[in-house]
């Protein structure tokens, strides 16, 4: 009996370690909010999902990830005040095994609504409190906000940013152009938030891959040297 409990406080004590061990080297914590409003259509809205898919999937963001020392990741759909769908769980992401498993849950991800406005500002809110339910204390939260327009429904961004926890929070946006009116300069003005945060534009849906791909990389690598500047 002595023996057991002893092995039992040993594999505790190495399940305890490795948790601790995550818990220290987990860089970012990041929430993608992916706009299905009804100015994405079917073949866009594919476009989009394949996009962050085959991103997650690329070497380059897999090495970044792993050589960071990981982040946790949450992604949902967002369209209208209510349409706030989730797609990933809060997961914790370091190797190219957990990489491709995300990548194929967002990739095969069946569109929930197609016909609600772009809430932009009911998504920051919501975006927040995800990041609150976050299981790890990572070094740096950051949220990407994709959209192809401006907010035409419920309370604007700069409410949202009032009334949620954004204390150390960077909101990045990946603007898709095409639509009228020009969504760049909004969300440039009114989207984005934090120190550092940025704006990439992808020159269309088809273009959507290539954008989501190095914004990943600017904010795994940011958080990578976050992380270096911990330690």
Known sequence: MRIV????I?????????????QARCALSLVLAIDVSSSVDQDEYALQMQGIANALRDEEVIEAIRLSGGIQLFAFEWSGRRQ????????YLNDRTGLVAAAEVIGRHP???????TALGFALG?????????PLACSRQAIDVSGDGVNNDGYEPGVAYRNFVFDGVQVNGLVIVGARPEPVPYFKSDVIFGPG???EVAAGFDDYERAMKRKLM?????????LLSRD
Do not use: H, M
């Not at 040993?10 to 601790?20: D, E, K, P, T, V």
């Not at 706030?84 to 997961?91: A, Y």
């Open 5 to 8: 409990f002893a092995l039992k």
């Open 10 to 22: 040993f594999l505790w004590s190495l399940l305890s370690a490795s948790s601790a061990y995550a």
């Open 84 to 91: 706030q769908v989730d797609i990933l769980p809060w997961t």
């Open 111 to 117: 569109r929930s609504y197609s016909d609600f406005p």
């Open 126 to 134: 919501y975006s927040a409190i995800q990041l609150q339910k976050a």
């Open 197 to 199: 945060a940025f704006v």
């Open 218 to 226: 600017r904010e795994i690598n940011g958080s990578a040297l976050s």
